[in-house]
């Protein structure tokens, strides 16, 4: 898995590392110089362009700086403007060089100078951006502000060398003026910034690149989050044994549906059997049972008591006989607003049975918050950020740009598993651990798609997997056959149901 790193966390390494005899002065060059080579991977065809590196006076610009000179050791005709006078290990770069391309470098002291950065930026084929780091906080100030202004303006190519400047690491949020790249070199792991949106839109593509940390420091580092891949993925996965049968493979019960939203339990279902589970069963009101039969054949359909289109709170005993019977149950898709839904949650929770909480049993859940904070058996919440801000009481655009705290707060409050949804979509568990799934694209913008996701999230668990690993394995899941599917057509025209064909293809991948 790749690790997810606070800004605080980076300084420590940098400390440790020096504090072990790793001079700072090496670990920037070995920064610059994977840097050099991760851009020529991405684009080979430097040479004799004009490559610009536009350096604060700190790490990052010290960064840029390396990379350049490395780029035009290799071919490319390089040029650095540097803003300020640089510190420490930055100031060595920039002697290094003006010593290898004397005659290409510009000194920026203020804001008067920006016709002459502009100038440079305009005969530009290439930028690189270091003007701020990992170190900066708050909006971009001064002669950053007006590089980084000057930068977007040019509209030239950017590569960023660990952040785009003017972005907070830590969060999504988007302090103040930022530059805009198409490539971000994440200087040895991920940070916040990289994967939460809206700061996520200006990083473009994220390509981590290593830096020469001891590898002791490197693997006791205090890691915010790991970034799913398949490989990971595969190993968690519940096992498929040859000689098993439906009996084996775990039992699910889907409760919900309502009038209007008839088809949300349907899918749920089927999203449970397309993650292998060998039985699934579905409670649904009693005026909709014959049409979730009709949509979802392979399930066993169950009518329950019904009043005004959704379950009546009758429906709450039946819910809790039959789930008592299942391996997980997925309570949510469909499900409507009402005192009957109401009264299916809470007596479910109360029961001890193993639950997916999902769309309208969220809806429940934030009329009753106090049933999350009794004693339950195993849960897993998969919210969007408009239902978790409803259940705790925050603004959506505070939990869209800092999900990795948000999950991890929720998930250990409530002592659940919490799939707080994408893009990317953040799965933390009680002990506070936090993983995110990059995959999926707009394709899933519809609908339906979230009642598929917890299907198979159910489907995983009944078959085996822990409920961490049933989070982790659908949401990945779910979102690599958005990818399969995206790559043939547009996003815009992915139906959910057109999900079902490629979920085989996607785990088929995924299991190698």
């Not at 479910?348 to 429940?364: C, E, H, K, N, Y």
């Not at 799939?419 to 995959?439: M, Q």
């Not at 394709?443 to 999230?457: E, K, P, Q, R």
Request: a negative charge; hydrophobic letters at 50%.
């Amino acid at each position: 898995m790749l690790k997810v790193l606070s800004s605080e966390a980076i300084r420590e390494l940098d400390a440790c590392a020096a504090h072990l005899g790793v001079a700072p002065l090496l670990l920037m060059e070995s920064a610059g110089h994977a840097a050099a080579r991760a851009i020529r991977l991405w684009n080979p065809d430097l040479a004799g362009k004009r490559v610009l590196a536009v350096c604060g006076k700190g790490g990052n610009g010290g960064d840029a700086l390396s990379a350049a000179r490395w780029l035009g050791l290799w071919g490319a005709d390089p040029r650095a403007v540097i803003l300020g006078d640089p510190e420490g290990p930055a100031a060595d770069q920039a002697s290094a060089f003006q010593a290898s391309f004397p005659e290409n470098v510009l000194r920026v002291e203020s804001e008067a100078d920006a016709a002459a950065l502009e100038t440079w930026l305009a005969e530009s084929d290439l930028v690189l951006d270091g003007i701020l780091g990992v170190g900066s906080s708050g909006a971009a100030q001064g002669v950053a502000c007006m590089a980084v202004e000057a930068v977007n303006a040019a509209r030239r190519p950017v590569v960023a060398l660990d952040l785009p400047s003017g972005l907070a690491a830590d969060t999504g949020t988007i302090p103040g003026p930022a530059v805009r790249a198409e490539l971000t070199l994440a200087m040895g792991c991920f940070k916040p910034c990289h994967l939460l949106p809206p700061a996520a839109e200006l990083c473009g593509e994220v390509r981590p690149v290593d830096v020469a940390y001891p590898p002791d420091l490197w693997s006791e580092a205090e890691t915010l989050a790991e970034v799913l891949e398949a490989s990971d993925v595969r190993a968690l996965l519940p096992a498929r044994p040859r000689y098993g049968h439906k009996g084996t493979f775990g039992k699910v019960l889907v409760v919900g549906g309502s009038v209007g939203m008839v088809g949300a339990a349907a899918l749920a279902a089927e999203g449970a059997l397309r993650a292998g589970a060998g039985l699934v069963h579905v409670l649904t009101p009693e005026p909709l049972f014959p049409i979730v039969a009709g949509l979802v054949p392979e399930a066993l359909v169950h009518p329950g008591p019904a009043a005004g289109g959704m379950f009546s709170p009758k429906a709450a005993e039946e819910a809790v006989r039959l789930a008592e019977n299942v391996d997980a149950a997925v309570v949510g898709p469909g499900l409507g607003r009402g005192p009957g839904p109401v009264e299916v949650v809470r007596f479910l929770l109360q029961s001890g049975v193993r639950l997916v909480l999902d769309a309208d049993a969220l809806v429940a859940l934030a009329q009753e918050p106090n049933l999350l904070r009794g004693d339950h058996r195993e849960v897993i919440l998969t919210p969007h950020p408009g239902e978790l801000a409803r259940l705790v009481g925050a603004k959506l655009a505070a939990i869209a740009s800092d999900k990795i705290r948000w999950a991890k707060d929720t998930a250990r409050k409530w002592k659940s598993v919490v799939v707080l949804k994408g893009p990317p979509t953040a799965i933390a568990d009680a002990e506070g651990r936090v993983f995110l799934s990059a995959t999926g694209n707009t394709a899933l913008a519809h609908g339906g798609s979230g009642d598929i996701l917890a299907g198979l999230i159910g489907g995983l668990w009944a078959g085996g997997a822990s409920p961490r690993d049933a989070a982790c394995g659908g949401v990945f899941v779910h979102g690599r056959a958005a990818d399969l599917l995206a790559a043939r057509r547009s996003p815009r025209g992915v139906l959910p149901t057109d999900l079902f064909a490629a979920l085989g293809e996607a785990l088929a991948e995924i299991e190698g």
